[in-house]
């Protein structure tokens, strides 16, 4: 079966500073693999996604995740954080139809 | 309309009611998914359609939850004989996709309260 694990259900930092979101999954098979950011009384919105093909996915909104098959890792990146970054972020992945989310992490940024 | 609508947005019902939640997808997608999102949590999958066949129903926790798309457009899940723990937001997502990993697009959810 597959699951993901997202490690820190809360992740602060200053505006401008690093964004680091932590992924891990885990699949018998080649994996599909999605990021979303959920607003407050908001759907989900897709920010990358991997499939096949180049490992470094470029996403909306300045994120980008690196796909690390030896490490089972999909982390969420975004080099410099923005107020309007805060959010609940949710790692997923796919066995082909349906998503399986993690529990999410939830960014705070401060000025 | 441009995106997909869930109808109501939210919902309180004392336990032991019937609930009915509307999703409308958007125009023309094959798949609809329905996901529960408890508090705290991320969604889980309850079931999904391609068109109004509904291909995968593994996820609905009991008997009590049933979901329809008789027209392959508009779905609706209905709770029967709500309990407490069936408080929680349901998202609808539908994709263009008839196979594979297609692009999702959620809905909003409608935040169920059981009281």
């Known amino acids: 079966a597959q699951s993901v694990t997202q490690l820190g259900s809360h992740v602060s930092v200053s505006e401008g500073a690093l964004v680091l979101l932590r992924c891990n999954y885990s699949?018998?098979?080649?994996?599909?693999l999605f990021w979303y950011v959920q607003y407050p009384n908001q759907g989900l919105q897709l920010l990358l996604k991997?499939?096949?093909?180049?490992?470094l996915v470029k996403g909306i909104n300045g994120f980008e995740a690196e796909f690390k098959k030896s490490e089972t890792s999909f982390h969420l990146t975004k080099p410099s954080a923005h107020m309007s970054d805060a959010a609940e972020y949710f790692c997923?992945?796919?066995?082909?139809?349906?998503?399986?989310f993690g529990k999410g992490t939830t960014l705070s940024v401060s000025s | 309309g441009a995106g997909v609508s869930q109808s109501p947005r939210y919902k309180v019902a004392k336990r032991g009611q019937d609930v009915a939640l509307r999703c409308d997808p958007i125009?023309?997608?094959?798949?609809l998914f329905w996901y529960q999102q408890a508090l705290g949590q991320g969604p889980e999958f309850l079931t999904y359609?391609?068109?109004?066949?509904?291909?995968?129903k593994s996820g609905l926790p009991s008997d009590r939850f049933f979901a329809e798309r008789p027209e392959g457009s508009v779905s609706t899940l209905k709770i029967q004989r709500t309990q407490q723990e069936d408080s929680a937001v349901y998202l609808c997502?539908?994709?263009?996709?008839?196979?594979?990993?297609?692009?999702?697009?959620f809905g909003p959810g409608t935040r169920l309260t059981v009281l």
């Open positions: 997502a539908s994709s263009s996709i008839d196979r594979g990993v297609g692009k999702q697009f």
């Open positions: 699949s018998s098979v080649p994996p599909y």
């Open positions: 991997y499939t096949t093909g180049a490992t």
């Open positions: 997923a992945v796919s066995p082909g139809t349906a998503l399986i």
């Open positions: 125009s023309g997608h094959v798949s």
């Open positions: 359609f391609q068109n109004e066949a509904q291909l995968d």
